[in-house]
């Protein structure tokens, strides 16, 4: 038989493609969690309530008393692309909220069930809306429809409901309710120790006691007495470096030829850091670290690793440290959109930035080394 020819070449569907873009944004519960905290803190919550049934699968509900969103935003709340965080694109460059590109609501819409209560201070009543693939609909009827009056208080609240209804096989990858629970926990201990100012909580809908408490505390370490408990508060050091002191010239030139049109500074890159990290009478069975950039929560293994070398002469073997580290960079230095989830950043100069972080770091805990030797000799 002749070999077969080649296949009509089809478009997908719209929805289906919107679903598999979705996907990509949203992973599992805690990353629709990172999504709608980072909203609350950037609307300027103080006070952010999550309620989580069947490891945030069943039931993922975010309540703040933020600013809210105006009656007349609710309409295209959901749909791809709609912000109120960025309007141009120079504006990319200058991002200091945490949201940016308008993606989460549109995508959880196509993944989930999607409602949202809210009220802004100067609105006589709150507004309920519910969405289906990025349009507002009727929750009975699933057609277009208009907001709904309803009573509340000022702030929002987020539902999701049946995340990952529409895609079976994501379903069924996430069916450990209780690993989905706990991470979900993770990223709001996290947030509490970068927002020490504002409460949070967690709890199970199925239960009335939350399991995180965070109440509003005073600085970054007591938040962390609080949330990681009151043997590695006693042991953390803290150091706080910037660019100015000591100085850090910028790159190479190569760097500054991709930058050509962008809005990248000249000059040396600003930056200043924020650490608390445990002392050598700390040991951890595994390495704690927070790291926020830009007071986004992100990931780095290079850092990660970098910053645990640090330890190896000081913690006996198999043995871990707890770091916080919180790296302002000048926005226009970082690139947060090399990955879909905003999860990875890359910026400017990483290694050189990373160095010295870890030089003040190894400074300060061999001069703690040398305070106790000389505590025990006395
Ligand atoms: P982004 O955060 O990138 O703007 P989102 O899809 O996460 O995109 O949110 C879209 C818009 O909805 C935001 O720009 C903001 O105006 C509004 N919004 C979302 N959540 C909240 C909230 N909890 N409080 C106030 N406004 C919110
Ligand atoms: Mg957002």
Redesign the pocket.
Known sequence: APPPGPKPIRRLEESLINRIAAGEIIHRPASALK?LLE??L??GSTSIRVTVKDGGLKLLQIQ?N????RKDDLPI?AERF????LSTFEDLSRITTY????????SISHVAHLSVLTKTKTSPAAWEASYVDGVLVDPKTRQPSEPKICAGNDG?T?TIKDLFYNTPTRLHALRNFSEEYSRILDVITKYAIHNPTVSLSCKKATSTAPDLTAPASKSVPQAIRLLYGHSIATQLLEVNISSSNPNVTSGEDEEDEDAMDLDIPKGPIKWSAELHFSNANYQAKKTVFLLFINHRLVESQRIKRSLEAIYHGVLPKGTSPFVYLSLEIDPRCVDVNVHPTKREVHFLNEEEITEKIADAMQQKLAAQGQSRTFEYQT
């Open positions: 999504e909203n609350s950037d609307a703040d933020g600013c809210g969103i709340l709609t912000t109120s965080k949201g940016f590109r308008g993606e989460a609501l549109a929002t987020i």
